[in-house]
């Protein structure tokens, strides 16, 4: 089983930006697809963006298209979601976790995950 990492989040202004980071160590993480999802007050966790495993194929919930980017880098088993544009809609906890996108199966290895804030 894969262990996570988040880190990176803060308070930011709308209109501003942050990188997510997500450190990932147990499993072979670059045999693995990578996801990120959020959890705002009062609401279900939902996803944000997903990466496959080689880094070529990416998708986005439609509220963050053109606003936010997936990448990582294996050699650093390492996912980052940088996020341009925020708005307060964004605000929630940030979460990565490992699975399958071909089915959007999730394996749940959930971390603490990270706070952002975004200001009005």
């Known amino acids: 089983q894969v262990q996570l990492v988040e880190s990176g989040g803060g308070l930011v202004q709308a209109g501003g930006s942050l990188r997510l980071s997500c450190a990932a160590s147990?499993?072979?993480?670059?045999?693995?697809?990578m996801g990120w999802f959020r959890q705002a007050p009062g609401k279900e966790r939902e996803f944000v963006a997903a990466?496959?495993?080689?880094?070529?194929?990416?998708y986005y919930a439609d509220s963050v298209k053109d606003r936010f980017t997936i990448s990582r880098d294996n050699a650093k088993n390492t996912v980052y979601l940088q996020m341009n544009s925020l708005k307060p809609g964004d605000t929630a906890v940030y979460y990565c976790?490992?699975?399958?996108?071909?089915?959007?199966?999730?394996?749940?290895?959930w971390g603490q995950g990270t706070q952002v804030t975004v200001s009005s």
């Open positions: 147990g499993r072979t993480f670059s045999d693995s697809d």
């Open positions: 976790d490992a699975g399958v996108i071909a089915t959007m199966t999730w394996f749940g290895s």
């Open positions: 990466i496959s495993w080689s880094g070529v194929n990416t």
